[in-house]
């Protein structure tokens, strides 16, 4: 362990990150060891890369952003869904269909200690997200008769109260062989003097590192694998936020084939030029979403012929992938954005600090930064009160409050 130990200060040295070891000696060996490991870990020169990114400002200047083409479902006729529908029925029903869930988050901002997944939405009855969302590949199952596997990204921080949670629940009758778990990875945190952070127990200060993680997680823990020994082609996955998630479609599925396209997403249109949603364009013939924190005001506002919102398809975390896509897609790293948060640290007293402003950056990839690496994608336009009702803030908009209400007005509505 000695010489571990002087080769991780060799490390932290030549990288000016020499305040990882402060604490070192107060720790036990357990601990000791694995804060060797988590040195031994970071790649010091992406971090550093990562670092003088946050001093630069992202730009559209040079890129051609044009509106991306999308079918409505609404105005599909009876024959085209069918059509589109017998395509993807037969896909789910010969075993090529899998559902992935990103379930790495906490239930803090809900006022929830626990695992996201685990929060209790009140719909005539106090039911888990992830018991409603089970309900969902439950009926699924029962309706084409075939078996869809389910696989469900957690985090280091809730991977095994997650586990744990599911084993209390039987796997909701699904099969433990058919429910699988893999953990995403993490990037250290730093301070706005580019240092790495140290946490409450002395260790490194991680944070997840965004879905768009979810292609490298799937690749390292053995999940694309799992997926094509089954003989999985088409995988939907989405967040474990939204109770509405139409995870088995044979609509959207069939829409992908149609089209040749190895990837799909659905949209729902933008409440409005303000609201705070990334939506889907092509950048550089690309498919791609822009955030909305990167959309001018004109593109916010621009209309098509039809009055409506040239730039209005919301992207809702909700796509298919064939899995030649993901395999492909996983081969290279997503890029990082920065995110500037409050983090809570230990400081070189000892003392613990927790902010009351803003004070490190966290790094995070996203799902839809994937989408430049695809020649098309197939968008479906599809009802916001059918199909998204995400659980995000303890109050207000999106809310546990306006998710029960849209949750149990299409269970209403479905059944009559």
């Not at 070192?24 to 992406?46: G, H, M, T």
């Not at 003088?52 to 409505?72: G, V």
């Not at 009351?356 to 994937?370: G, H, M, R, W």
């Amino acid at each position: 362990m000695n010489e571990k130990y002087e080769e991780a200060k060799k490390i932290l040295k030549k990288y000016k990150q020499e305040q990882l070891l402060i604490w070192y000696d107060k720790l036990i060996e357990e601990q000791k060891e694995e804060l060797i490991n988590q040195i031994f870990n970071i790649d010091f020169e992406e971090m550093e890369k990562l670092y003088n990114q946050t001093k630069t400002t992202k730009s559209f200047a040079n890129c051609k952003i044009d509106p991306l083409p999308y079918i409505d479902k609404e105005k599909l006729n009876k024959e085209d869904i069918q059509n589109y529908e017998k395509q993807g029925i037969d896909v789910i029903k010969s075993g090529k269909y899998a559902v992935v869930t990103m379930a790495g988050g906490q239930g803090t901002r809900l006022g929830h200690n626990g695992p996201k997944g685990t929060f209790e939405l009140e719909v005539g009855e106090k039911k888990p997200l992830f018991t409603l969302l089970a309900a969902t590949i439950q009926e699924a199952r029962q309706k084409y008769n075939a078996l869809i596997p389910w696989y469900i990204m957690t985090s280091r921080e809730n991977n095994q109260q997650t586990e744990s949670f599911f084993i209390r629940h039987n796997y909701f009758g699904l099969g433990k062989e058919n429910v699988k778990f893999f953990v995403q990875n993490e990037l250290p945190m730093l301070d706005t003097n580019g240092k790495i952070l140290i946490d409450e127990q002395g260790m490194v200060k991680e944070a997840a590192d965004g879905h768009g993680g979810i292609f490298e997680a799937m690749r390292k823990e053995g999940i694309l694998q799992d997926m094509k020994e089954r003989g999985i082609e088409w995988i939907f996955i989405a967040g474990v936020d939204n109770v509405l998630a139409k995870m088995v479609d044979p609509l959207l599925t069939g829409i992908a084939i149609q089209n040749k396209c190895l990837a799909a997403g659905k949209s729902v249109v933008k409440a409005g030029p303000k609201e705070k949603v990334g939506v889907f364009c092509k950048k550089n013939d690309k498919p791609s979403v822009i955030e909305y924190t990167e959309i001018t005001e004109e593109m916010a506002e621009k209309i098509d012929e039809k009055g409506e919102l040239l730039y209005g398809e919301s992207h809702i975390l909700c796509n298919l992938f064939n899995r030649k896509a993901l395999e492909e897609i996983a081969k290279n790293k997503l890029p990082y954005h920065s995110a500037f948060k409050k983090a809570k640290y230990i400081d070189k007293s000892g003392v613990i600090v927790v902010p009351t402003e803003p004070n490190a950056y966290k790094f995070e990839s996203f799902i839809f930064d994937a989408f430049e690496k695809l020649n098309d994608m197939a968008i479906l336009r599809v009802k916001r009160e059918e199909e998204f009702a995400p659980v995000k803030n303890a109050e207000g908009v999106d809310s546990p409050e306006t998710a029960s209400k849209l949750y149990i007005n299409y269970m209403k509505n479905r059944n009559k």
